[in-house]
């Protein structure tokens, strides 16, 4: 079956450094990939999508690679900030047509240290 | 949140109870789903629909049904709720298929 693996630590960071988050997966060829946001006690807030034919894609402070040979995402926040603490979560599309889903990794716990 | 609500927010019901829960987007989206979340399990989607009247299983669909009788309405039914469904429950909604994702604010549900 499909599987998303994400960072299982919590990742803690000094501000100003650059966090990277990993996003694993198998036997799956996704057409693209997310990667959302969530704080606590709130839904999950998308961030940016990244198709299979783009290897890298930026917005803002933001930076997700995708490469489909390792089956792995990059996400890339850099000078980063207190207020970048939170969960983020990857997801994969798969099944086609209207049984098209996403799929979620567990996400990873990112806390910026001031 | 993206023209979402969700009602209640926060409920607390006994073993055996029907529980409906209500999905409201102000946003026309065609797509909309149910995920539960739950530590050490992430997001599973419960149902989904793809238009009024057109819903299907998700993963995790026994013991819940749901409806969607107009657009922007999306209820989800748990028929005699059990412990094991306690967990916040989020709908989100979608222009198209499998695409960007909207969340509403979630309702957390504890079944005694």
């Known amino acids: 079956s499909q599987k998303i693996e994400q960072n299982s630590e919590a990742l803690n960071i000094q501000e100003g450094k650059t966090a990277t988050l990993t996003c694993n997966y198998t036997?799956?060829?996704?057409?693209?990939l997310q990667w959302y946001r969530q704080d606590p006690g709130r839904g999950p807030v998308f961030l940016l999508l990244?198709?299979?034919n783009e290897k890298e894609k930026r917005k803002e402070r933001l930076k997700v690679t995708f490469d489909t040979t390792l089956k792995q995402s990059l996400f890339h926040i850099t000078a980063s900030q207190p207020a970048d603490s939170a969960t983020y979560l990857c997801?994969?599309?798969?099944?086609?047509?209207?049984?098209?889903?996403?799929?979620w990794g567990l996400g990873t716990s990112l806390a910026v240290n001031p | 949140d993206a023209g979402i609500t969700q009602s209640p927010r926060h409920k607390v019901t006994e073993t055996g109870t029907p529980v409906t829960l209500r999905c409201h987007q102000t946003?026309?989206?065609?797509?909309m789903y149910w995920y539960r979340q739950d530590p050490g399990h992430g997001l599973r989607l419960i149902h989904y629909s793809y238009g009024v009247k057109d819903t299907d299983k998700g993963e995790v669909s026994d013991g819940y049904s749901v409806s969607r009788s107009k657009t922007e309405d999306f209820l989800l039914t748990l028929e005699s709720a059990t412990s094991s469904q306690t967990s916040v429950y989020f709908c989100?909604?979608?222009?198209?298929?499998?695409?960007?994702?909207?969340f509403g604010p979630g309702t957390r549900l504890t079944v005694l």
């Open positions: 036997n799956y060829s996704p057409a693209y």
């Open positions: 989100a909604i979608s222009d198209r298929v499998a695409d960007t994702q909207y």
């Open positions: 946003e026309n989206h065609r797509y």
């Open positions: 997801a994969l599309d798969r099944g086609g047509g209207n049984n098209r889903k996403l799929i």
């Open positions: 990244i198709r299979e």
